[in-house]
């Protein structure tokens, strides 16, 4: 016997009572965090796909028991998705080896063409983290014209306080649809400003803007160890997006509008 539309198993001799208590939690959980409004249409769709649900921010509770996998129910980006990450510092390597480890093509722009070369044949960055392998689909190079040409998604990585130099050298590189995540995180000394507020200024306003945080380190996240981060922005289908495109089994990526609270 099953609960209609749903297909979840029941009892034996039991009428209509779950399997177990943790079912019946389970079902009332869906209840509440999946209502019919949650499939909304997407920029370019022509039918609605379902937003991030609990499965995809959230480990499936079943999933020891082998029933299912987050990563079976987290739904794909209804478009081709390629990622560049400015910046190949710590950080920068962390979010690479993220997005690496699900098979999305990313380019890794770094200062030097030496590093880039290494990183290319080595997969690893010859002085940061030396001891961690980059996913092979992570290529890294020095020319933003070419790392920043095709991206659909551009993520900051570059420390505050270098920023504005660096973001008004490659602003005419950034593709003007792109929108720009920033995983950087702190206060300029010489203006006070938040990268809210550098990102704006040297990229202009007219494209949506995202910023990631959370109790992480970049060693831990490289190394596959459980993270739980949250990218805030003004743009809630845009933090959806990016929530999708980045949560796995072991890195999960919660979703805000509060990028004051997030950047502070």
């Known amino acids: 016997m099953t609960i209609p539309s749903m297909g979840f198993p029941m009892a034996p001799g039991r009428g209509c009572r779950p399997v177990t208590f943790a079912v019946r939690i389970l079902l009332l959980c869906l209840a509440v965090r999946c209502p019919a409004s ?59 080896s993220v997005l ?30 030396t001891d961690i392998k980059l996913p092979r689909t992570v290529f890294a190079t020095a020319d933003p014209a070419s790392a920043l040409s095709d991206a659909s998604y551009v993520v900051h990585a570059v420390p505050v306080q270098f920023s504005r130099d660096f973001l008004m050298a490659v602003r005419d590189h950034v593709p003007p649809n792109a929108p720009v995540v920033s995983a950087s995180k702190g206060i300029e000394t010489s203006s006070l400003g938040f990268m809210a507020d550098i990102l704006s200024e040297c990229l202009g306003t007219q494209r949506s803007y995202a910023f990631l945080s959370g109790p992480s380190f970049a060693r831990e996240i490289c190394e596959g160890a459980a993270t739980a981060v949250v990218v805030a922005s003004a743009d809630a289908e845009l933090a959806e997006d990016l929530a999708t495109l980045m949560s796995s089994d072991t890195f999960r990526v919660f979703t805000s509008m509060d990028v004051m609270g997030v950047e502070v």
């Not at 987050?70 to 910046?87: D, E, N, Q």
């Not at 690496?100 to 880039?116: C, D, W």
């Open 38 to 96: 949650a499939f909304v249409p997407r920029r370019g769709c022509a039918q609605p796909v379902p937003v991030q649900l609990i499965w995809s921010r959230r480990p499936a509770r079943s999933h020891q028991r082998g029933l299912i996998t987050a990563a079976s129910l987290a739904p794909s980006l209804p478009f081709p998705v390629r990622v560049t990450v400015m910046g190949g510092g710590n950080f920068g390597l962390a979010i690479a």
């Open 100 to 129: 690496g480890r699900k098979g999305v093509p990313t380019t890794l722009l770094v200062r030097s063409e030496e590093v880039a070369e290494q990183l290319n044949s080595e997969h690893r960055h010859p002085r940061y983290m």
